[in-house]
């Protein structure tokens, strides 16, 4: 009989633990506080306790193609970009397709998971859950924990000088859930992330006047690329991601800034990062720059204090009356059942291997799925990180020693500090990087030289074509025999929801041509510097 391993949440990554514990002969046991799967993509008119929340028009900001379970396509009619009710749908086809719902306990809330007493010898944890009022303790041989991290909302009221005797009303976007309410109003919201970008564009077809404060400006980058193409099918490639990591940082800053800039320029709309957040990574909304051109909203620094009635900014300006206030400012990390020590194991810091595994633990027997960001996409990030959590469990696969490890933590951490990440992005990482990584420890990275070797055909599409889910079920432990051809195919998905009239045949792009004039771009730029030097 398999070890008993309890999940914490139904969400994505929740879901794909319990299937990935089940290939590895585990025994799991999800608990689920609301009354359904889907985590932060479960849509309520309303901000529940303990649940991530989202508004009614959220549409994703991955493609299909590229955030999918690696061995479940979507439906060839889905859009690219799906409102949350298709995910939604997309969702629990999964769940019923790989029969996980009977592993799963509803409206159950997890009150605490604590070391068993003998832990150091069995790994084992005392997990205390609550049921209509009744309580009930557990022993679990591991634990996932799954509960995202769009939960707890980061409200910094004390960073906001006079916001105490601000006589208008304040939200945090996880309570917005739709414009209808803030018709004729006039708002600030503040945070230019992908929530403080979709507020402040819809609430500009209904408020008065919008305003969006930023602090350090950011990225605006649309969904349609070259082409008209998905922008992850273009820009998420391992030859793109091999090419940017070969290069010396300043050219690769320098080409990642006019990348970014070649839509618009983003200094003319008050957008552009500062210096010290030039690689922060992208905001996605389509509409944006056309609501500032058309002065429906207006780009703001950041605020230097409330009055009664009004919002001064650092540049001196002042706005007012303002009715509303929307503090689009991201969320915190926080597990209220769990030791905070066991995350946070140095300086209230996450301390976690590979995003992952505590260190200090004696035993690997908990881990945390789908906290790590990347600019891929989510489903196939804690697909990879739960099977490998999986085979941690059940054996199949050793971590290295706690200084291991550690310095393994510190190495990242200094490389995102070096680039300019801050201490709140601590947990952000390079997709195909990191995917290849996890994908190295359970045997499934791709082999690109033997590809080539065998398979041309699909290595070219796996090495210049987009990174998609389908390559980590390609090979090794957990192999998809459908893999190969939904990697060879994955194009012919993507043109088939818009190709609703036929005019000519489709065409592909061709990453390939496309880096080699980045390539040229960048001999020439080193050509003119050995020149100076």
Not at 97 to 113: A, D, G, H
Not at 480 to 500: C, E, H, S
């Amino acid at each position: 009989m398999g070890k008993r391993v309890a999940i914490i949440g139904a969400g994505v990554s929740g879901l794909a633990s319990i299937r990935a514990c089940l290939e590895e002969g585990l025994q799991p046991t999800c608990f689920e506080r609301s009354d359904g799967i889907g985590g932060l993509w479960k849509y309520s008119d309303h901000a529940e306790e303990g649940r991530a929340s989202i508004y009614q028009s959220v549409f994703t900001n991955s493609c299909k193609e590229m955030m999918c379970f690696p061995d479940f396509p979507y439906p060839d009619d889905y859009p690219n970009y799906m409102h949350n009710t298709k995910l939604q749908k997309y969702i629990n086809m999964f769940a019923q397709k790989k029969n996980l719902l009977k592993y799963i306990q509803f409206e159950t809330v997890v009150i605490s998971i604590k070391k068993h007493a003998n832990f150091s010898v069995t790994g084992q944890w005392d997990i205390t859950t609550e049921k209509n009022g009744n309580q009930e303790s557990s022993v679990f041989d591991a634990v996932l924990i799954c509960s995202g991290h769009h939960v707890y909302p980061n409200l910094p009221l004390d960073s906001f000088p006079g916001l105490t005797k601000f006589q208008g009303s304040y939200i945090h976007s996880r309570e917005y859930k739709g414009p209808e309410a803030f018709k004729g109003k006039k708002v600030l919201v503040i945070g230019l992330g992908n929530s403080g970008s979709d507020i402040a564009v819809e609430l500009s077809h209904m408020a008065s006047q919008v305003f969006l404060s930023t602090r350090s400006g950011s990225w605006i980058m649309s969904r349609v690329w070259e082409d008209g193409y998905p922008w992850d099918m273009v820009y998420i490639t391992r030859f793109r991601n091999f090419l940017w990591n070969s290069l010396p940082n300043f050219v690769s800053d320098w080409l990642y800034a006019k990348r970014m800039n070649s839509r618009f320029k983003h200094e003319n709309y008050g957008l552009i990062p500062s210096n010290r957040s030039l690689r922060k990574e992208p905001v996605f909304n389509d509409e944006l720059p056309a609501r500032i051109i058309c002065g429906a909203v207006s780009i703001k620094p950041d605020i230097k204090e409330f009055t009664e009635t009004s919002v001064v900014f650092q540049d001196g300006t002042e706005f007012g009356p303002i009715d509303l206030v929307i503090f689009a400012t991201g969320y915190g990390y926080a597990y209220p059942f769990l030791d905070d020590s066991i995350i946070k194991s140095r300086n209230n810091e996450v301390t976690l291997y590979k995003g992952i595994f505590p260190p200090p633990l004696e035993k690997p027997t908990l881990a945390v799925i789908g906290l790590v960001q990347s600019l891929g996409a989510a489903i196939p990030t804690t697909d990879l990180q739960a099977r490998w959590a999986a085979k941690v469990i059940a054996g199949s696969c050793t971590l290295p020693s706690f200084s291991t490890m550690m310095d393994d933590i510190d190495e990242k951490m200094g490389k995102k500090l070096k680039r300019g990440f801050g201490q709140s992005q601590t947990l952000q990482t390079d997709y195909i990087t990191y995917m290849d990584e996890i994908a190295s420890f359970i045997g499934t990275k791709p082999n690109i030289l033997w590809l080539f070797l065998t398979d041309p055909k699909l290595a070219v599409e796996v090495y210049f074509g987009p990174c998609s889910p389908y390559q980590f079920r390609l090979t090794g432990p957990g192999k998809w025999d459908g893999a190969r051809n939904a990697i060879l195919t994955q194009w012919d998905r993507t043109v088939k929801p818009t190709r609703t009239r036929i005019v000519c045949g489709a065409q592909r792009p061709q990453p390939f041509f496309h880096l080699l004039k980045i390539l040229s771009l960048c001999v020439l730029l080193l050509a003119f510097l050995m020149m100076c030097y």
